[in-house]
């Protein structure tokens, strides 16, 4: 487990790369306002934006988590609280103003990237 990273993943950096060629400038690994141990992958602070590229397996994406067939329970209880806390991580920023943009880890980073410039533009047109 300790070769697991819990930021720069290669799908953050795919897209933080591309956001970088797109003139945006952007937070990394930002402390959420009401819990300083809560990271946001990327976030945007002046037009409040915080973008999540959640793993499959540590998340529990529909799509391609695969419970372990070791250690089950303690699995499905730890993705379980991972689901709750990414909830209310998104809950709790959306209450105090915040956008939230939550993007799985095999998204394509092209449309990845277009949905969060667009949204970010659009925030700063407000």
Known sequence: MQANRRRDTSAELRVRRLLH???LRY???????????RKC???FTTVRVAVFIDGCFWHGCSEHYSAPQANAEFWADKIGRNRLRDLDSTRRLEAEGWTVLRFWEHEDPQSVVRTITSTVRAMRET
Not at 27 to 37: I, Q, T
């Open 21 to 23: 060629a797109q003139g």
């Open 41 to 43: 992958d990327i976030a």
């Open 27 to 37: 937070r990394v690994d930002y402390s959420l306002p009401f819990d300083r141990r």
